[in-house]
């Protein structure tokens, strides 16, 4: 995992209401944030102390124009967020055009916050709350270290913009948590599996008879493998490939990647490609790399790679023997 940053961070979420706050917190949980929505203005600053006691450093706080008391004091908010410059506070203002405010009110047919607002007896039309409402906000997007328009945004496009800005690229958040899984097709394809790889073209050890009740940990079935020269060009185009789209899912803001490696028993060639798959890997400076061997010892204690950092692993199916005495049964 990448190291903690060096002081706690703290996103404050706020701007019109429509344009995209609810969604810009779900991304920044998915993140590893912890988010709080519509948290009590004076209660923010104790909240984040409550978290960092528990070892939360990463914290979002969703704020709207409901919560008057956060607008008629902000700087003074935000000055009790930083803690005297011993936390990182960013102020993400979303932004829309009128006219797409007005729209997405209309698909979605809910009242503007304002509309209920005490002396507007929920007679405010929605496009005098966005007025209203905008002028309110004016100081607080003024003030904003980073402001996102979601005029012509889809909720896709809002989630990769935060995903670059304080996902794995920034520094801040973990890395992407790659698993790889040597299995027998024989037995099934692991059902978490996100990348499959068929190596039963390789060369099988099993049909060398020093090497049959030998598995891919034991030195011997590695050379055997590795040597060949298909599995080296196998592992270059491989490493290749894993290189080009692994960044391209942790942009996308996935948390975790099963790679299986599959041959016919899980026992010997899967395990080689496996071991040596997480070793470039490795290299690559991909540090969260667990290697779990489902089916390497098949009815017996499960063996795992050296490699292993982690023993997540999909469990192999149980086999119920069949009852003593059956007759008629199907052979």
Known sequence: MSESPSRPTVVVVTGLSGAGKSQALHALEDLGFFCVDNLPTPLAAEAVELC???????IALGIDVRVRAFLDDVAQVLRQLEAGGQRDVEVLFLDASDERLLQRFSESRRPHPLSTESGHEGALAVLDGVCIERERLSPLRAGATRVIDTTNTSVHDLRRLLIAHFGPASGGAPRMVTRVVSFGFKYGTPVDADLVLDVRFLDNPYFVPELRQLTGLDEPVVRHVMEALETQEFMRRTVDLLGYVMPKYEREGKSYLTIAIGCTGGRHRSVVIADAIARELGKAGRST??????????????RLSDLELKGAATAPPSITPAPTGTRGGAR
Do not use: A, K, L, Y
Request: hydrophobic share 30%; charged share 40%; net charge neutral.
């Open 52 to 58: 960092e006691r528990g070892s939360i450093t990463r």
């Open 289 to 302: 790399i667990n290697v779990v061997h489902r089916d390497v010892d098949r009815g017996g204690v499960e």
